[in-house]
């Protein structure tokens, strides 16, 4: 019901509600957005860290507000919002020769509107698969996969990843791997240190162990908010097919810390991605 509202009306109820309640009710992983950011920025006076933790948090409710109008919103409204620049060409002309892409996502500005690229892909006859980690909550988990294969993709689970890129290649699908890539490896997941924010971080290597399984190239996404709801995308190549290694890694881990510096609110900071690093 909430999706019938304007994107202006969902923003109030997100200042307005969300963000009281996420904040200062409920003070959800307050502790660990104040610990990952004085890691990130040790130069940070107090009050910088929390000016920062305050417009993270106000963002995260944008995100929701957004996911919310994304629920309803048509491909045209979508794209309106989101801009793409000439690399995402590139990517689409790697189908001329290639059966499959990666593209690494982090938990920067809206993520979840990424998932309207699909309707692009699948004009020139492309499949878009969503690499997805299930939240803990059983609604969550079923409104964001509804939310994002009512965008054209296919929400597919970190553990049935490998056998569905086996079928895709034995029935000639060409597919478009999404993956979000900045969250703290989960247990028994592969992970690779690399140096990020000037620590030594874990992060998944899956994206670079897939790529030289089944021999694609691999690109990042780059988000710059403009102006609250509307962002410019750009996807640059991380490594060509027959690139591997750790280096790859931390290319990535690299492009995701220069996004960040530039507008340090967009980052999803709840992530407790400096535990075993302080």
Not at 246 to 264: F, G, K, M, S, W
Request: glycine letters at 4%; hydrophobic letters at 40%.
């Amino acid at each position: 019901m909430l999706s019938f509202l304007s994107l202006g009306s969902l923003y109030k109820i997100a200042d307005w509600l969300i963000f009281p309640l996420l904040f200062y009710v409920f003070r959800y992983r307050r502790k660990v957005v104040r610990r990952n950011i004085s890691i990130a920025f040790p130069e940070y006076t107090t009050e910088q860290v929390k000016q920062l933790e305050n417009r993270s948090y106000r963002q995260l409710c944008s995100v929701i507000a957004e996911a919310v109008y994304g629920w309803r919103a048509g491909r045209e409204k979508i794209e309106e919002r989101v801009i793409f620049d000439s690399t995402l060409k590139d990517i689409m002309s790697e189908f001329d020769e290639h059966q499959m892409v990666i593209v690494q996502l982090s938990h920067i500005g809206c993520w979840e509107w990424f998932s309207n690229v699909a309707f692009r892909f699948r004009e020139i006859g492309v499949k878009m698969l969503v690499v997805y980690r299930p939240p803990r909550n059983k609604r969550t988990d079923r409104f964001l996969c509804e939310l994002r294969e009512k965008r054209g993709c296919e929400v597919v689970r970190e553990r049935q990843v490998l056998r569905r890129l086996y079928l895709a290649r034995q029935n000639g699908e060409k597919v478009l791997l999404a993956m979000l890539s900045d969250q703290r490896p989960a247990p028994k997941t592969g992970r690779v240190m690399v140096n990020f924010f000037g620590k030594q971080v874990a992060f998944i290597n899956g994206s670079e162990v897939l790529a030289k399984k089944f021999g694609c190239s691999v690109y990042s996404l780059s988000i710059k908010q403009l102006e609250r709801g509307r962002y410019a995308v750009s996807v640059p190549k991380l490594a060509d097919a027959n690139e591997t290694g750790d280096a790859v890694v931390q290319r990535y881990a690299t492009i995701v810390e220069q996004n960040i510096r530039l507008q340090p609110h967009l980052w999803l900071w709840t992530h407790n991605r400096f535990r075993d690093n302080s």
